[in-house]
């Protein structure tokens, strides 16, 4: 991602280099725990989509407190990205839609179930709206089926979402799994953007529900009437807005930091090669 100076107005993008966050995402997982207390006794946990690894900065410093001294919280993100390495959290580079991704993440847990699972997937936008919102459906479906397999009784699952015209139907299809469904919209998230983050208590799948992924989830079809998610917008209004820019004090003498962590395989790696190999001979 380039830095334009829209980027270092951002207060978000800004803070999340000064506190060592690798993306300013983190804000949305602080901002989403300051209301739903989502890590309260979480040991287990499933990070999906998590390049470059904000959340999962936040998960491994958030649980490190709920184990006891000398134990560690098992953390197991993905992505299709590879990720760099973090201090006690396992990364795999693993599609989430990908039917032999579930038994990898099982071995990683241990085969024991986890207690919360994040998604914060986003797919490449085409600018095609009709097509990124279907698309980005279909990733929180194969989000939810993989939930449906590792995540305990009582557990939570919390993922992006995009507020488009079918929306009413994601959550009818959440509210079959979990017993309270909230759209959440942190402050740090962009008010002039669709995404929100459905939050999901209390896993409870219906009687004789045998999660699969043989039978991957879809959206009800033919006539569904879908359901309206309570709406609750997190994240205390002192915190900086994030959809405005900031005046940058210091001017001229202010130093605009490097990320935290470079992308490791960005798409224009092969381009700044080229162009290197072009500079050198
Ligand atoms: N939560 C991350 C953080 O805090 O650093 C940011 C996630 S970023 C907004 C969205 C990620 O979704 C991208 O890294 C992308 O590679 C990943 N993604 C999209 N489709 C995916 C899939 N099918 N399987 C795994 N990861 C996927």
Redesign the pocket.
Known sequence: MGKSSKDKRDAYYRLAKEQGW??R??FK?LQLDEEFNLFEDVRRVV??????????QVLSRKLAQNVPAGEAPTIVS????PMAPLPGVTTLQ????HPSTLPTVMHHLGGEPADLVVC?????VTGLHDLDEYIQAQ?LL?ALTLATCVLRPGGTFVA?IFRGRDVGLLYAQLKVFFERVTCAKPRSSRGSSLEAFVVCENYTPPEGFTPTLEKPLSLPSGGSEGWIAPFIACGDLSQPDSDATYHLEGGAERVSLDPVQPPTAPPYKRAVEMRRQNLVQ
């Open positions: 690798r993306a995402s983190a997982l990070d999906l989509c998590a390049a470059p690894g904000s959340w999962s993905l992505d299709l990205q693993l599609d989430i839609t914060d997937g986003a797919p490449d990733l194969a992006k």
